[in-house]
């Protein structure tokens, strides 16, 4: 398998525009991750979906930010209009339920994105 | 309101030597603890857990060690070596949630 896929890995742009970040899971896993590294926070959980359905967007910052998962393999962030407090690394990760409670399982992240909003 | 902490943002061990990473946590319904180990320009991967119910576990050069009353727990390495340096991110769950929350990382460099 190939892992969780992840694109763009870096990303420029200008104040305003819109971003949109591209996450394939791993085939079979039927949770995804959202996150966001920085320095200050870590590693924050903006938003997880389980068999496509979000379940807890507690963690997205700001209306700017919005997230789908039309289907199992696919899934997008969104953040309209950017701004530079933004710029940080973007991980999607995605595990499989296979005791009862998904956090016993593994979560298998992406290489990330790296967004630069100027 | 971070409710994993790594306070140590960086640490420096010699090849042979031992590593301890810290992490303190807050909330006290945390019931199972994972480190994960991030290289640059990587995502990161998992190396270890315990369950609350432990109070240490071992994987080979790897040990954490959970101190529920404290509400603190540590990685051991032993012996480190050059290829463990990376940033090590301590993590937490509660019994009722299926999400993690991280601390902020420690960058350890291991110095051959």
């Known amino acids: 398998d190939a892992g969780v896929i992840q694109s763009p890995r870096h990303e420029v742009t200008e104040m305003g525009q819109e971003v949109t970040l591209r996450c394939k899971p791993i085939?079979?896993?039927?949770?995804l991750f959202w996150y966001r590294q920085t320095m200050m926070r870590g590693l924050e959980l903006l938003i997880y979906f389980n068999n496509n359905v979000p379940i807890d967007d507690s963690g997205m910052p700001e209306d700017r930010f919005s997230a789908k998962m039309p289907n199992a393999s696919f899934s997008t962030l969104k953040i309209q209009p950017s701004e530079p407090r933004d710029s940080a690394v973007y991980f999607c990760?995605?595990?499989?339920?296979?005791?009862?409670?998904?956090?016993?399982?593994?979560?298998?992240f992406g290489p990330g994105t790296r967004l630069t909003v100027l | 309101d971070q409710q994993v902490k790594q306070n140590s943002p960086s640490l420096s061990v010699q090849e042979g030597r031992i590593s301890i990473l810290n992490c303190d946590y807050t909330n006290s319904m945390f019931d199972y603890f994972l480190w994960y180990k991030k290289y640059p320009a990587e995502g990161p991967t998992f190396l270890i857990s315990i369950s609350s119910i432990k109070d240490k576990n071992e994987d080979g050069r790897f040990t954490v060690f959970l101190n529920k009353s404290a509400k603190h727990l540590s990685l051991h390495i032993v012996p480190s070596q050059p290829g463990d340096s990376a940033v090590y991110f301590c993590a937490a769950s509660l019994l009722t949630g299926n999400q993690f929350y991280f601390g902020t990382g420690t960058s350890l460099t291991v110095i051959p």
């Open positions: 085939s079979g896993h039927d949770y």
């Open positions: 990760a995605s595990s499989t339920q296979t005791s009862g409670r998904s956090s016993y399982n593994e979560q298998f």
